[in-house]
């Protein structure tokens, strides 16, 4: 029985995100060089857009925070060529450092401190050569802020984000802004607080089914038990095969 998702009633935009995708490998960043490479990316696509002080940015934009024990940074690559990257926190009440917990603690702080916990997606960078190129990437690199806010089980995912993306996580996502936007240090422009409304989260997949994800997938993203050599350097997204949870998934589904 074929288990692949169905495409028959998506628009074309949805079946061309799902042509993509199999295009694309993630790549959890763990060495040095590809820390560096990523950091290159971020200053280069940052640069460009005029967000951040140039100062602050440097030639190759890498923090402290990158190597936090609960964040991952990840590259997506299309073709093999690192195209967009993304960097997920997962913000608890023992791990603030997200830049959402940092520039919104009036807001966030009181959830927090009930236990609550979220996934943060920042330091969100696409290669401008490409982006016209490939205007689905920004889905496919969020697809990673997706699968971890599934793969935690947490209660929601924020967004930090300039007045002029809020719109796009509102129509995609569902989500919400929380507060007025605020100028953080080293940034030239407003920044807004998003969350998502988890309800939403089936009509999401239902409309976007690239968003989909098999447990598989999440578990080689994120579980850090398969470091020290064990993780696939390239991971194959799961999106097409993700509603056959019940079966296990082929090997060959994932790059070594």
Do not use: W
């Not at 830049?99 to 920042?122: C, H, K, Y």
């Not at 390239?234 to 998934?249: E, G, H, K, N, Q």
């Amino acid at each position: 029985m074929d288990q692949r998702t169905d495409i028959g009633n998506l628009s074309n935009f949805s079946r061309g995100l799902l042509d993509l995708l199999d295009r694309v490998e993630y790549r959890r960043i763990v060495t040095s060089e590809d820390m560096e490479t990523v950091g290159v990316l971020r200053s280069r696509s940052y640069a460009r857009s005029g967000i951040f002080e140039k100062q602050y940015i440097g030639s190759s934009f890498v923090e402290d925070s990158d190597f936090d024990p609960d964040v991952y940074v990840f590259g997506v690559y299309v073709d093999e060529q690192l195209l967009s990257t993304l960097r997920v926190h997962r913000v608890t009440r023992e791990n603030r450092s997200a830049s959402s917990a940092r520039l919104f603690p009036d807001v966030l702080d009181p959830m927090l401190d009930r236990g609550m916990t979220f996934i943060d997606p920042e330091r969100f960078a696409v290669d401008a050569d490409f982006s016209d190129d490939f205007p689905g990437l920004p889905y496919l690199t969020l697809r990673i802020a997706t699968m971890a806010s599934v793969y935690f089980n947490v209660d929601g995912c924020l967004a930090c984000c300039v007045p002029s993306h809020s719109a796009f996580y509102k129509r995609v996502f569902g989500f919400n802004q929380l507060v007025e936007p605020r100028i953080p240090e080293g940034v030239c422009v407003p920044v807004c607080l998003m969350m998502e409304n988890i309800s939403n989260r089936i009509d999401v997949a239902r409309r976007y089914p690239v968003f989909k994800s098999h447990p598989y997938e999440q578990r080689l993203m994120f579980d850090r038990t398969l470091d020290h050599g064990l993780a696939p350097l390239s991971i194959l997204p799961t999106a097409r095969y993700a509603d056959a949870v019940r079966r296990p998934m082929p090997m060959s589904l994932f790059a070594s």
